[in-house]
Each structure stands twice: as C-alpha cells, then as structure tokens.
C-alpha cells in the first residue's frame, strides 16, 4: 500500500482552519494513524483508528475517512500545531507512511 | 514514567554492521507489537521492521530484507535491530516505538539513535 499525502506544504495563520488529506493506494479500512513531528523530536501519535484522538489530544484535531481517503483538520490553529504531519496505515504488512504535510504559519 | 531508550547509533562504514538496542521502562512490554523506524536526513519517515507481542511474528520493509534482524528480551523489556551491509542510504535517526494498547501503531516513541554510514 502507497501513502500520499496532499498538499506538501500548507501555510495557515493561526487561528485558521487546516485540512490535510491522506491517500491510501488500496482500502485500509479505517487502520489509519496521524502523527504531528516537530523539528528534532519524536513523531506524536494524534490520531488512531482514523478518527480516533489519542490520549491527550487536544479536540481541535480531528480524523475522519475510510478506505482509501483521510482527512485530518486542525480547527482554530495554535502556534504549537506548526509542525509535520503524517499519514501512516496499518492494515497490513509492510506499513507504510505518507511523505509528510508541513504545516506553517501563514 | 514512560521511558524507550534507544542506543548503538554512531559512525559506520559502509558494509559495516551495527546493533541497536531500545530499553523500555514504565509500561508493559511483552504483550505489545515493537517498531523500529528510520528518518533519513530531510525525509519523511520510514517503517522498517516490527516484531510482536504474543507469537513474536516479524517483519521487515523492502529496504530492511535480508539486512537487518529484529528481536526481542522480554525479560530485558528490550528489543534490537542488528544491522548488516549498511550503506549511506541507511544514515538516518533511527526510532523505537510500542504499539499503542488498542492498535498496532506505535504510540509509545524514543527520542532516537543516529546512525551515520560514511567511508
């Protein structure tokens, strides 16, 4: 299974809303996961089960999608949302990560 | 506190091998999927192999077949990635991370070891 992620950069100003879109190249049902990474540490689980919010998340991050298309929002952007987001599923074997959405401030 | 502990990154030739180790403390260890997954310089990340929890089944990602080994000590709570035939395409940060308790994603990171292939 490819992972592709759109758009490679997305410029927002805070407060703003965020959309990333994730695509699977075949179903993965809902066995999808969201990761915030900031620069030097180590990618942050925020999503499971596609819609899912790990412990800790904060509400305004949600998941939605099934198959083959995802969508992560991010509502009312804080300065700690700037960051890199990716897609990961894992429905199967090998698991595989989407390239990556940069998130920067506008 | 939740610890992983990753280590055995450094400076490497290339055909050389390498053994990393990841020591978890703070939450159960055996019963959970193990990950290790590699970020090469200004890249994304990349899966390379899990081993889990119950059966200890194993897999690899297309860059880590027939190269690299993972394992497991349930009574070290450590898992290992041995290393072999290392090129500079293998530099990058290296990761270990536990699955999350109601997914095989993992949930639980390191803070990661570099490991660097250079002549």
């Known amino acids: 299974v490819l992972m592709t992620q759109s758009p490679a950069t997305l410029s927002v100003s805070p407060g703003e809303r965020a959309t990333l879109s994730c695509r699977a190249s075949?179903?993965?049902?809902?066995?999808l996961g969201w990761y915030q990474q900031k620069p030097g540490l180590a990618p942050r689980l925020l999503i499971y089960?596609?819609?899912t919010r790990a412990t800790g998340v904060p509400a305004r991050f949600s998941g939605s999608g099934s198959g083959t298309e995802f969508t992560l929002t991010i509502t009312g952007l804080q300065s700690e949302d700037f960051a890199v987001y990716y897609c990961?599923?894992?429905?199967?074997?090998?698991?595989?990560f989407g390239p990556g959405t940069k998130v920067e401030i506008k | 506190e939740v610890q992983l502990v990753e280590s055995g990154g450094g400076l490497v030739k290339p055909g050389g091998s390498l053994r990393l180790s990841c020591v978890v403390s703070?939450?159960?260890?055996?019963?959970?999927?193990m990950n290790w997954v590699r970020q090469t310089p200004g890249k994304g990340l990349e899966w390379v192999s899990t081993?889990?929890?119950?059966?200890?089944?194993?897999f690899y990602g297309e860059s880590a077949k027939g190269r690299f080994t993972i394992s497991r000590d349930n009574a070290k709570n450590s898992v290992y990635l041995q290393m072999n035939s290392l090129t500079a395409d293998d530099t990058g940060v290296y990761y270990c991370?536990?699955?999350?308790?109601?997914?095989?994603?993992?949930?639980?990171w390191g803070q990661g070891t570099l490991v660097t292939v250079s002549s």
């Open positions: 991370a536990r699955d999350h308790d109601m997914a095989t994603i993992g949930y639980y």
């Open positions: 703070g939450i159960t260890f055996k019963d959970y999927g």
């Open positions: 081993i889990t929890g119950s059966k200890n089944y194993i």
């Open positions: 075949q179903s993965v049902g809902n066995n």
């Open positions: 089960g596609a819609s």
């Open positions: 990961q599923h894992y429905n199967n074997w090998p698991r595989a």
